[in-house]
Structures are given as C-alpha cells and as structure tokens.
C-alpha cells in the first residue's frame, strides 16, 4: 500500500527542484511517530531549504496536514 503522505511530499518537491528524477522520499515509524526523510540532488537543496527554512516549515507543515487524516505524527527530514 502506498503511503499517502510520502506520495504528497514527492510530488511537492518534484515541483520544486531542478533534478525532479533525484527526489527521494522515505518513511520510517518509531515510537515517536513517523518520519520522512526527503533527499533531493546536492544542488537542489537550497530550493527545497528556502530562504530562512520557509518552504521546509511550508513542506512539514503540509505533511502534517496530510497525516492528520491517518492520525499520524510525523517529521520531516532533509538529506542531500
């Protein structure tokens, strides 16, 4: 089964960066709750990053919109 929110974190980034083929999307599940490790090419991550972390806060905080329908708590991680 594929996962929803991993799904919506690609397609978000994929929009985002110059390399759309180099986006990676990861999910794994701790006690915690899940997070998701994005790894964009080394040259993207400047967009994915945004100025002063905007776009990333924007990309978490759309995760966790996403997640609230499975009743998730995740987090959002960032790997060039």
Do not use: H, N
Request: charged fraction near 30%.
């Amino acid at each position: 089964m594929r996962d929803p929110v991993a799904d919506l974190l690609a397609c978000v980034v994929r929009g985002i960066v110059s390399m759309p083929e180099d986006v990676r999307v990861t999910a794994s599940e701790d006690q915690d709750g899940w997070t998701y490790e994005v790894q964009v090419a080394e040259d993207d991550m400047g967009k994915v990053i945004g100025r002063q972390g905007r776009v990333a806060q924007a990309l978490r905080q759309v995760a966790r919109a996403a997640a609230i329908r499975q009743r998730r708590r995740v987090q959002v991680e960032f790997v060039s």
